[in-house]
């Protein structure tokens, strides 16, 4: 990767130019993954250190620790540009070519509008574009399989609430990283009434919000359990067929 600067102590702004880089609770390899940053997502410096840093995300405000080696460095005036420019990737995988070799990439990473673009001075390609308008639905089942992961925000790997976050992202609402915090968005729904597009939310046996998941037609619900999977809800819950039994139990259903 000749070129390649590390951000400097008197630099603020930056961007992650991996495919996926886990932001941590703590500033170790071993402390635990919170979320993700995907290719070209931007965030500010919080607090300086080598090899970690801390950082504050620029849509959600999501804060932790990532890899210094992760990210490259923007100036102000190129921070506010790519975050104006940048759309978010729709196709599942996408394969992008830099001068320090190949990226690919998941959906919802942040790229440029053309086939060719710059990120402040690093310039990048992609293989192909997909221009087709999907539904909610639709992009929802883009994810199907991929595996479950605490704190996951990718194709390769995620978690319930970082899956309804990209969804919905693609669509232009900008919700939350946590299912607690996106729990408290929108306007309630009585069950026999749920459409498609609502976001259904899962409570344990404290009443605390720990899981959430789109709904489709027919009250299939799409989430991340175990891995991307379609299943049945009903008034109590989430009916998991393949075990023949509930696997989450309803607290309550928003719409946007």
Not at 98 to 107: D, L, Q, V
Not at 185 to 208: C, H, P
Not at 214 to 242: C, F, P, T, Y
Request: charged share 25%.
């Amino acid at each position: 990767m000749n070129n390649l600067k590390l951000i400097s102590p008197s630099q603020t702004k930056a961007f992650c130019f991996v495919s996926v880089s886990p932001i941590r609770k703590e500033a170790s390899d071993r402390s635990e993954m919170v979320s993700q940053l995907l290719f070209g997502e931007s965030f500010e410096v919080v607090a300086y250190g080598n090899p970690w840093v801390k950082i504050r995300t620029v849509l959600d405000g999501y804060e932790g620790y990532m890899d210094i080696k992760h990210a490259l460095p923007l100036t102000e005036k190129e921070f506010r540009r790519w975050v104006d420019a940048s759309v978010l990737q729709t196709s599942q995988i996408q394969k992008i070519q830099a001068n320090f070799g190949t990226i690919y990439t998941s959906k919802a990473s942040f790229v440029g509008e053309d086939a060719r673009f710059d990120i402040g001075s690093w310039s990048f390609e992609q293989a192909e574009l997909e221009s087709m308008k999907k539904s909610i639905w639709e992009d929802s089942r883009d994810y199907l399989n991929a595996p479950y992961l605490w704190g996951g925000k990718s194709i390769f790997g995620i978690d319930c609430s970082g899956f309804v976050q990209a969804i919905f992202r693609l669509h232009g609402y900008n919700l939350p990283r946590d299912a607690y915090e996106q729990a408290e968005i929108g306007t309630d729904i009585d069950f026999e009434d749920v459409q498609a597009n609502d976001l259904a939310y899962f409570s344990n046996a404290e009443g605390k919000i720990i899981h959430v998941g789109i709904m489709g037609e027919g009250r299939q619900i799409i989430h991340a359990s175990g891995r991307i999977r379609v299943d049945e809800l009903k008034a109590q819950g989430i009916w998991n067929e393949e075990y023949e039994k509930f696997s989450h139990t309803l607290a309550h259903i928003k719409r946007l």
